[in-house]
């Protein structure tokens, strides 16, 4: 399956965005997403994830609450709505997919990544 990410942007802090992650290829409905982003200069870090059957997903601590990650499989994507972003959302944001995953944390049980998409928050 290959992966694209879109959706980012410059937005203030406060606003809104919403990310998709569309797949071609592959049966997409039998993929878990996961959404990670890296902040300049940081590691990688886990942001939000939805189990391939879609019934259960997951958050950071520091995005729970904000963001919301939902799919639809008839479109073959994946979204990441972000609200009440904050000038430390700002990162490259990328999704990834692990077939019949149940919607991991951890990034190197993801087997397929789409390039980022650069989201900057300004305070």
């Known amino acids: 399956v290959q992966l694209q990410a879109s959706g980012g942007g410059l937005v203030q802090a406060g606003g809104s965005l919403r990310l998709s992650c569309a797949a071609s290829?592959?049966?997409?409905?039998?993929?878990?997403v996961g959404w990670f982003r890296q902040p300049p200069g940081k590691e990688r870090e886990f942001v939000a994830a939805?189990?391939?059957?879609?019934?259960?997903?997951y958050y950071s601590n520091s995005v729970n609450g904000r963001f919301t990650i939902s799919r639809a499989n008839a479109q073959n994507t994946v979204y990441l709505q972000m609200n009440s972003l904050k000038p430390e959302d700002t990162a490259v944001y990328f999704c990834a997919g692990q077939q019949y995953g149940s919607g991991s944390k951890d990034h190197l049980d993801y087997e397929y990544w789409g390039q980022g998409t650069l989201v900057t928050v300004s305070s």
């Open positions: 290829g592959r049966a997409f409905s039998s993929y878990a």
């Open positions: 939805i189990a391939w059957s879609g019934g259960s997903t």
